[in-house]
């Protein structure tokens, strides 16, 4: 049974950087597309970015492609978030998913796997 662990969340001006990272406790398939989503009070969950180990390619929502970068780490099984020029807008607890790669990794429906979630906070 695979366990994601996010953490690095916190309390950041507008403007600020943050970085969350997400380690996965063993390397499976279900997390051969690893994805951060974030979920801010009364919205849905929506897609941030997500990479596929197997390819090495990394997709972005518009709303973040520019300011956060996702990276790989294959000696930790983890996955980074580094989030630049953060917006009020941006507050949300940040949730780590995994999915095989053959599922639709934009759609939260498609994950099987989920971490608990570190929360962000971003102050105008």
């Known amino acids: 049974q695979v366990e994601l662990v996010e953490s690095g969340g916190g309390l950041v001006r507008a403007g600020g950087s943050l970085r969350l990272s997400c380690v996965a406790s063993?390397?499976?398939?279900?997390?051969?597309?690893t994805a951060w989503f974030r979920q801010a009070p009364g919205k849905e969950r929506e897609f941030v970015a997500a990479?596929?180990?197997?390819?090495?390619?990394?997709v972005y929502s518009d709303s973040v492609k520019g300011r956060f970068l996702m990276s790989r780490d294959y000696g930790m099984n983890a996955v980074h978030l580094q989030m630049n020029n953060l917006k009020p807008e941006d507050a949300a607890v940040y949730y780590c998913a995994g999915t095989p790669f053959t599922r639709d990794r934009y759609q939260a429906n498609d994950y099987v796997v989920w971490g608990r979630g570190t929360q962000v906070t971003v102050s105008s």
């Open positions: 990479t596929t180990w197997s390819v090495a390619d990394t």
């Open positions: 063993v390397r499976t398939s279900k997390t051969d597309t």
